[in-house]
């Protein structure tokens, strides 16, 4: 039997909870976005996307972006619930353009038009040279497709330099991808459950998760309910795109 890479594959690990840093200045906290700090990485296409060159990277055991994972959970569910409306094929190019040579115009159509093509990026603004990734899907006939390219950008200054190809695009059932991003939903929340577990330990046994930190159990947990749910409401969310807007946008913009 022939092993072969699937399409795209969210991994990632939590730092220790010893070695979790606390918010704040003369009153630290600890809160669950804070304590998703760990490592990420985008598999796509047998390539890892947010792998660091062994130049640049400090952690050869996992030279991946070190952020909080909450950052990258949050924008894909942004996708799902932004980009997963299906491109009609004659604005299938303008989708996979990834820096359109656009005039601006203030007017609502290239406003739509720009609106529309923002949700197909992954935000990754808060990364130093950050990749450009983006995603979008197409319906045609029986085909229901996600196409997810990246671009990853030189650094001026030379200290940041990504492992693997500058640029691909690797295009996947649909199903597939939502799997993906439900298949990392699960193991985020799982570990942030079994982090709550420790802290909720700790505190019975009276000793603090970090000494002179706060924790609002209490609160982390209703966060943690709540944050279960985001999932679905992305997945129900209908972007219901004025597609003629758009095109009269696009039009505008070029």
Known sequence: MTHTDPAIRLRFGLTPLDRVGAWGGERPVL?????????????????EVLRYSKRTSREPDHPYVDYYVVRLWEDMLALVSGAMEPVPPDLADVAAEMSP????????????????HSAGFLYTDYLRVAPHVRCWRTL???????????EHQPDPEGAIEFAG?????????TSEFLAA???????????MDQRISELEALEESGRAAVPGVELDLEQLCR???DRAAWLRRARDRDPATDWD????????LR
């Open 165 to 173: 190809p500058q640029t691909g695009r690797v295009t996947m059932p």
């Open 31 to 47: 809160h669950w976005f804070g304590l998703t700090d760990g490592w990420y990485c985008i598999d796509l296409g047998g390539h």
């Open 181 to 191: 991003v439900i298949e990392f939903d699960r193991a985020l929340l799982a570990a």
């Open 140 to 150: 045609v006939g029986d085909d229901d497709t996600v196409t997810v390219a990246w």
């Open 101 to 116: 040579d656009w005039n601006w115009v203030d007017t609502p159509e290239a406003e739509a038009a720009v609106d529309w």
């Open 223 to 225: 966060e943690h309910l």
């Open 245 to 252: 807007a758009v095109r009269a946008g696009v039009r505008m």
